[in-house]
């Protein structure tokens, strides 16, 4: 079973700062994706970025940007100049043949 | 942007209540899911559904049961609800797509249900 982790609980960024999340995952599969997933206090599950196990260069979606080193088995998750509407729970996911697996996610609360 | 809606938002009722929480997608997709949120953890897939009458059980174990009578709809049905059943409860919906290629997966506000 693919098992995905997520060692921070919490994060603390300055406002206009840039912050890194880690995720790292365990599988076999030859054929998988990643994806982040940032949840409000709300409670919607909002869709930031998504990188393939095949794809050469690291994903980017205006101010996020994935960092995917596949040796390392490693997808964390860049957000540059950090706003305060970036405060929110963060979720890493794996996915193969459709079916997500989430990992605990990671709060983080941007300062101004 | 995706147009996945579920209602009720809130929902707090008795024990033993029969409950249906209402999910419906306008984006055409084939694939629909359930997950399940406990605050501050992660979610868990209770159900999914690969198209019109497929459903299938998720890697947590669910007293919940869904339907998929129609593409764009996927309720899921609470037969008698117990305290235990307290939880956040997620729809979200992707595209089928050919070969090994993840899709990605679209959600709805969600449903936050409290059994007392």
């Known amino acids: 079973a693919q098992k995905i982790t997520q060692t921070q609980p919490g994060m603390f960024v300055q406002e206009k700062e840039a912050v890194t999340l880690d995720c790292t995952y365990d599988t076999s599969d030859p054929s998988y994706g990643l994806f982040w997933y940032k949840q409000p206090s709300s409670g919607e599950m909002i869709f930031l970025i998504y990188?393939?196990?095949?794809?050469?260069q690291n994903a980017t979606e205006g101010r996020y940007s994935l960092n995917f080193q596949k040796a390392r088995k490693s997808a964390n998750l860049v957000i540059s100049a950090s706003q305060l509407g970036d405060s929110a729970m963060y979720f890493c996911?794996?996915?193969?043949?459709?079916?997500?697996?989430f990992g605990q996610g990671t709060i983080l609360t941007v300062h101004p | 942007e995706a147009d996945i809606y579920q209602t009720p938002r809130y929902l707090v009722i008795g024990t033993g209540k029969k409950i249906t929480l209402e999910c419906s997608q306008t984006?055409?997709?084939?694939?629909m899911y359930w997950y399940q949120q406990d605050p501050g953890m992660e979610l868990h897939l209770i159900h999914y559904s690969y198209g019109v009458n497929s459903t299938e059980k998720g890697d947590l174990s669910s007293e919940s049961t869904v339907s998929r009578i129609r593409t764009e709809h996927f309720p899921l049905t609470l037969e008698s609800a117990r305290p235990s059943h307290t939880s956040q409860y997620l729809c979200a919906s992707s595209e089928f797509t050919s070969g090994s290629l993840p899709d990605t997966q679209y959600f709805g506000p969600g449903t936050r249900l409290t059994v007392l």
């Open positions: 996911a794996f996915t193969s043949y459709g079916k997500l697996t």
């Open positions: 984006m055409g997709h084939d694939k």
């Open positions: 990188q393939g196990s095949y794809d050469q």
